[in-house]
């Protein structure tokens, strides 16, 4: 019922992948159907804690308590939203703006205290992005993390993961999905660092993106420094409670 209907299209979604995709998610119980009605569907995320909809009506559903994004790369693309968010009592939380950084502009530093992250590190690296990102925020599973481990780098003291990267290789560009550095470490440019090897193990691609919190002067202003800059593109987070 929801193929025949995704392959006819629908007039609204938040959900920017292919049918592949979200038939993968359904299979694997990450999909969660948490309403239907008339030809409108709507699946919560158990990973990343997100609804995700499929709709042809402008309607209140009377949905759950729930967190959603929107991802736009211009404002009338939002606009087309905003009587669903609204009908439906969505109120954004969050804008997290996209930087982008040309390889031709990188200079490379090399530091000898970043790893890459193993098997045994994925539950202790979870943990610590946990503390500092919300569940709707931080997208990946301890699962998730064990899959795509090689692409993690950590930083370690007395033995214990004190900062952490997170990147995804995507056709056109790479992805720095999270960062996250403690305070009071015995070395004061470990968010550098990171980067820097983060650069250094992604050689082949061409751009890096990330999003950044609209408000995080700090971290604009680190990023700002490193040579990224940003572009016409916003991701907005909204709750409905």
């Not at 025949?4 to 159907?33: P, R, V």
Request: one cysteine or more.
């Amino acid at each position: 019922m929801f193929k025949k209907a995704f392959y006819k299209g629908f007039k609204l979604s938040n959900y920017y992948d292919n049918f592949g995709t979200i038939e993968e998610k359904i299979l694997k119980q990450e999909f969660i159907l948490q309403k239907y009605k008339n030809n409108n569907f709507f699946f919560f995320n158990r990973v990343d804690n997100l609804l995700y909809y499929f709709i042809n009506d402008l309607q209140n559903f009377n949905l759950k308590a729930n967190y959603i994004k929107i991802l736009t790369k211009t404002d009338k693309q939002l606009l087309q939203h905003n009587d669903f968010l609204k009908l439906n009592h969505f109120k954004e939380i969050l804008n997290h703006k996209q930087m982008i950084l040309k390889k031709d502009e990188i200079k490379l530093k090399k530091f000898t205290f970043i790893s890459k992250a193993s098997h045994e590190d994925s539950k202790e690296i979870y943990s610590f992005f946990r503390k500092y990102f919300d569940p709707y925020l931080f997208y990946f599973s301890q699962k998730n993390l064990e899959e795509k481990i090689s692409d993690i780098l950590i930083y370690k003291e007395n033995q214990k993961i004190r900062a952490a990267l997170i990147y995804t290789q995507t056709l056109n560009a790479n992805f720095l999905d999270f960062i996250a550095v403690d305070r009071n470490l015995k070395h004061k440019n470990v968010a550098f660092a990171l980067l820097n090897h983060y650069f250094a193990a992604n050689t082949q691609n061409k751009f890096f993106k990330l999003f950044v919190e609209e408000k995080n002067q700090k971290a604009i202003n680190f990023y700002k420094r490193a040579g990224f800059c940003f572009n016409h593109i916003n991701l907005k987070f909204y709750r409905n409670f």
